[in-house]
């Protein structure tokens, strides 16, 4: 509870006798007025509900008791859901129905609640990429701000990280109606295959060739880690006989629009 909140606090303590009462071992004041009721809404960029455990404990301390706690809305990972547009207008507009259903209902409906605490991201690929983003914050010497003013991007260590990026980079716009697969062969520093299928505006990434692949991009991974980071240029690649691209090649210019938002 910050300085803020706890003098917002402080200025309900008149609807509270100033006389001490005990009961099943805690202490408190008995009421003078009907306390106002009181709606929770907190935000967190921690991926995970423990992040208001304590915050949790104490509202219901406050109001619990008293029958003054008409909703709670805890969201974590808010960082997370800014990236995802498509995800976070829904949850944004849950939001808001929320506060319709508490000021016409006097409660929020469960399936309301539901669309607002929706999953984002599963814990391992949200540790796979915070871990990521920090390691190339020092890696790179920059603050997470220098970060996001020089443009740079995590550097994947791993095919799953890789794929992890790729999820979370995918612009749903920008690949309107497209279906494909995109398989990627890798050697250098990472060895391996992995494919992309993308259909209905998703995408499902799967760590492993595609048999059947529309597009495939055998490419050192160091050197593809270096095209996603704008330091490598593709036809360069290409010249220098270190990248090779085979089936539909107009897929590989679409690449910006299916990730980074065409940038």
Request: glycine letters at 10%; charged letters at 25%; one cysteine or more.
């Amino acid at each position: 509870v910050n300085a803020t909140m706890k003098r917002f606090l402080e200025r309900i303590l008149p609807v509270l006798e100033p006389y001490f009462e005990e009961k099943d071992g805690r202490w408190h004041h008995p009421l003078r007025h009907q306390a106002p009721r009181a709606v929770i809404l907190s935000v967190a960029g921690f991926p995970a509900d423990s992040a208001f455990q304590a915050l949790r404990d104490y509202v219901r301390f406050l109001w619990g008791d008293i029958g003054a706690l008409a909703a709670e809305i805890y969201r974590h990972s808010s960082h997370t859901i800014t990236r995802q547009p498509e995800l976070r207008d829904d949850i944004l507009a849950a939001t808001a129905q929320a506060g319709r259903e508490l000021v016409q209902q006097g409660g929020i409906e469960q399936k309301t609640l539901a669309r607002i605490t929706q999953p984002v991201m599963d814990p391992e690929s949200f540790i796979r990429l915070g871990n990521m983003f920090w390691r190339t914050c020092i890696d790179a010497g920059v603050t997470p701000r220098e970060f996001t003013e020089k443009g740079l991007v995590p550097r994947p260590r791993t095919i799953e990280e890789f794929l992890g990026l790729l999820t979370l980079a995918f612009n749903p716009q920008g690949a309107g109606d497209l279906a494909a697969v995109i398989r990627f062969d890798f050697s250098g520093e990472v060895e391996g295959s992995c494919h992309l299928v993308i259909g209905d505006g998703r995408i499902k990434t799967v760590a492993e060739g595609a048999a059947k692949p529309d597009l495939t991009i055998a490419v050192p991974f160091e050197d593809w880690c270096g095209i996603m980071s704008g330091q490598v240029l593709p036809p360069q690649l290409v010249a220098d006989g270190r990248m090779r691209a085979t089936g539909d090649i107009s897929l590989m210019l679409k690449m910006s629009q299916l990730f980074g938002g065409g940038q």
